[in-house]
């Protein structure tokens, strides 16, 4: 049996070399089990080459795997794709100069790029792909055995500002495999509550959760919502906050009673208010001790997103986490009247101002005023010529400017080309029409863009998909009751923060499988909804879906192979002594049972 992280990578690089198998979407609501090779320019040296030990399976997943290449990650006309960002995976073969080696244990992050790309060559192309782990590879995924990985690559994504492309794992002597694989969702939880920002009392930018905040989880009995939780808890009792509202099923919100993490948080002295989401009062409750400085939206409905408006606290943030498949779900954002200025001149500077930017892609900081590069739309400023001059001589020389009515532009601007996404848009006028215009320009806005609406007296009904995956955008502006975070592409420094100082999700684990009973196991969670994790194996390829209780693995032993047999009696032997509870002695049973050095014992 392998010993050491090198000879176990020489076993493996020697299988990589022979097709093989993974899990791969092949069209609307089809994931199959397939066999595959990697191309062979792969084994040259020049590119990366990682075996995967395993994935954890994640909601977006589903979503995914419902839409196939209508999602804007998944490249149009794909035949296979890779599935699965939540993985651990050794290096098999890196490139000379790079910072992993050969037997290295390591995440990836799992965001790549953002600006549209080709996936197979990881450059920008006009036609291409937000391309992520999981969502737009062939040969690179979680759920299949062996992957290739373009020598530039990790250049590329640091570029695109998502740092590291992997995240070396140092073992740890109890941490188990499927809490390590954790460190996907988890930065994507940290990261995401980075980039929360408040305003505070003096008009700054206050970024990630206030301390002593009122927060709501609407659907919170979720996974991700839960792994969210546990790192707001993770601060000095004082900062905690005041209270933490959930929305769940009756039957979810029972069984959260008994967590450990909501026990810990109301000893601590925060109020857990958990609301059936059936219930009638369920708004009320949702208000009792006040409105919600941050909500967190685990589930993309027209009902999550209008509950979260009204209960939002001026100022506070809309974390869209759950991003809509369908464009059509809106997240309706009430704009007061603008204020009224004491000059023309006034009121453009204000509004200038008041335009606010990342300062880079993946950088939560903010800076206030108009893009660096440009690029404003004017919509409504009929019958307005003087306004509308008057902003257009406010602009830095080389702006672009989109206006509805070509007209003659003062000298240094310089009119947009068609399908220029706008960083900055202007919209005047109030009520339906201003409505209208934005509606009409929200698909023509760059990331990071702002909107301002310069007499408002409007409902924006902005569209939750292109808030949550294309523009993140935010709507700007004196009259602006709230702000909006979604992030769905982690960083590095957040994995980390989970590879170093990893934090035990092992009770959140409920099935397990190995890669064969993946579409099984994405079937079953799909149709029954529990709540967890969920991991399967790559390398214990057979082992059957089950659930977490020393009793399902005994019933699963009979008539299995012997050593899967065997796997499984000493694995629910661990299960008793732990109480049903996943541990990373599960884990050790399971792979000794198959004859396999478990990955973290390897020197
Ligand atoms: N932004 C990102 O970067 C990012 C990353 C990962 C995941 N996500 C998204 O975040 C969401 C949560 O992910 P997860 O893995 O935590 O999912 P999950 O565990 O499957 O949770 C989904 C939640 O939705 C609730 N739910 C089901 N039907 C509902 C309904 N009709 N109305 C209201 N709530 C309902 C469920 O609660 P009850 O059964 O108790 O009602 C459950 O708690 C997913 O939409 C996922 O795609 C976003």
Known sequence: MARTFLQRSDQLREAARKTHRGIFLTGPNRIELLSDDLPESSFGGRDYLLASLGNCRCASDAKAIRQFDTHARVPTGADRIALGHETLQIVLQAPAGSKVKVGDLVVITPGHASEPIDPLQFAPVSDGVLAALGYSYRFLGGLRQFNRIPAGAPDFVSSQGFGNLFNRVTPKHDISLVSLAHAEPFACNYGTNKHIFTIDQHGEFAYGVPPRAIVTYLSGTARMAMINLTIVASVADDELPKVVYVTGSKSKLDEMEKYALINDLRERGTRMVLVDRKDPAMLKKLTEYGKSDVVWTNYASQQTYDQAVSILAER??????????????????????????????????????????????????????????????????????????????????????????????PAGLVKVEDNTLLTDVFIGGTGRQAENCYKAIEPCLARSAAVNFIDGNLTVPIRSRQAHYVSRHQICGKNVPWHMTNTSEPHSDDMIEQVNNPVSFDWMVKGVCGLSSVPQMMERVEHEQPFGSFYSFTELEDLPYLEISAEAFRKASDSKPEHVSNALTEAARELDSNGQCWSRKVEEALYQGYGLPHPLNLS
């Open 316 to 409: 506070g943030n809309l974390n869209s986490y759950a991003g809509a498949v369908d464009p059509e779900l809106l997240i309706n954002m009430p704009i007061a009247e603008a204020p009224v200025y004491s000059s023309l001149e006034e009121e453009v500077s204000q509004n200038f101002w008041a335009m606010h930017h990342n300062k880079a892609p993946n950088n939560p900081a903010r800076y206030r005023g108009l893009a660096r590069e440009p690029k404003v739309g004017f919509l409504g400023f009929e019958g307005r010529e003087d306004r509308l001059q008057a902003y257009l001589e406010k602009l830095p020389v080389g702006a672009h400017v989109f206006v509805e009515d070509a007209q003659q532009l």
